[in-house]
């Protein structure tokens, strides 16, 4: 089993910046793949950004250039720090991780309780 707790969802205007974090426990040494998906409300979950143990990344094409991912392994944590936020950013953000190198739906294992994330205009 592996437990994923998030932390650093909030309330800001766009513009802001805001960074989360997904601490990783239990049976890490299943976990490849880590990253984020998040879900706004009458939308399908969707994926955010992923990185593999190795850190090779990929990013939804909505999010390239304002978001980064970044992981240490030492901490069995992965960080989401958001830059430029927009209102269409608002969603829960799920935290989620595989044992594969991909972040696919089907590939998830485990995923995390969801931090919200609302952007004012």
């Known amino acids: 089993q592996v437990q994923l707790v998030e932390s650093g969802g909030g309330l800001v205007q766009a513009g802001a910046s805001l960074r989360l974090s997904c601490a990783a426990s239990?049976?890490?040494?299943?976990?490849?793949?880590m990253g984020w998906y998040r879900q706004a409300p009458g939308k399908q979950r969707e994926l955010v950004a992923g990185?593999?143990?190795?850190?090779?990344?990929n990013y939804a094409d909505s999010v390239k250039g304002r978001f980064t991912i970044s992981r240490d392994n030492a901490k069995n944590t992965v960080y989401l720090q958001m830059n430029s936020l927009k209102p269409e950013d608002t969603a829960v953000y799920y935290c989620?991780?595989?044992?594969?190198?991909?972040?696919?739906?089907?590939?998830?294992?485990?995923w995390g309780q969801g931090t919200q994330v609302t952007v004012s205009s």
């Open positions: 239990g049976s890490i040494f299943s976990i490849n793949a």
């Open positions: 990185i593999s143990r190795a850190g090779h990344t």
């Open positions: 989620a991780s595989a044992t594969g190198f991909l972040l696919r739906l089907t590939d998830i294992n485990y």
